[in-house]
Every structure is written in C-alpha cells, then in structure tokens.
C-alpha cells in the first residue's frame, strides 16, 4: 500500500520547536519532490515548503524562511519540517505530499501531488 505518514506535531508554547516526519511505504521517495502544505481552519492548503529528490533544491514560503528548515533522508525513506520560534499563525494541519517529474518551485506553487498523507496537527499556543 502506497502511503505517506506523517508525524511529530502536537501542542507548542510561541518560541517552540517542533520536528515534523513524513515517512513513507510502499514507494521509494528517491524519484520524488517532496513538499510539506499545512491548512488552517477555514483558510486554503498553502506550501509550506518543498525539497528536490536529492535534496539539493529547496523553496520556502516567505512567512516560514529562516524558521523553518526541511530536509530528506532518502535511505530511510523520509522527509522532515524542522519547524523554529513557531507563531500563533503556524497553526495548522500540515500535510505532506510527493509528485514526480516536477520541480520544487512548481510542486510548492501548484499544491499538487500524487501522494498526499493524511496530516498532523500543529498548534501553537500558550
């Protein structure tokens, strides 16, 4: 079974950190884009971030850059969202999602993939 799962969210206190994991099975991650979206209630899923299959190209969302840092272990078939000095307004599901035969810029401004997990939420609040 084709599947994405992520973990690692949860309550934090304004400052916090979190490490989000979205690991993967039945597939192999090394082909594929891959790209952490979060949605807050009654907002639109929005990027949050994306990295390349070697991990060599990344692409933040603006409101994110410099706090949080994602990164990829493809040999354990992983993706993470180091998530720093998290905001009130971070909360949110974060979800993430894989697609091939795209690019970063693209998988992060289009919202589209061909995996998507079912998401872990983030709250953040004192």
């Given at each position: 079974?084709?599947?994405?799962?992520?973990?690692?969210?949860?309550?934090v206190q304004p400052g916090g950190s979190?490490?989000?994991?979205?690991?993967?099975?039945?597939?192999?991650?090394?082909?594929?884009?891959?790209?952490?979206f979060r949605q807050a209630p009654g907002?639109?899923?929005?990027?949050?971030?994306?990295?390349?299959?070697?991990?060599?190209?990344?692409?933040?969302?603006d409101s994110v850059k410099g706090r949080f840092t994602i990164s990829r272990d493809n040999a354990k078939n992983t993706v993470y969202l180091q998530m720093n000095s998290l905001k009130p307004e971070d909360t949110a599901?974060?979800?993430?999602?894989a697609k091939r035969w795209t690019t970063v810029q693209a998988m992060c401004a289009y919202v589209r993939a061909t995996y998507w997990g079912k998401g872990t939420l983030v709250t953040v609040s004192s």
């Open positions: 079974q084709l599947q994405l799962v992520e973990s690692g969210g949860g309550l979190l490490r989000l994991s979205c690991a993967a099975s039945g597939f192999s991650v090394d082909y594929y884009v891959i790209g952490w907002k639109e899923r929005e990027a949050v971030s994306c990295i390349g299959s070697s991990g060599g190209s990344t692409n933040y969302a599901v974060y979800y993430c999602a």
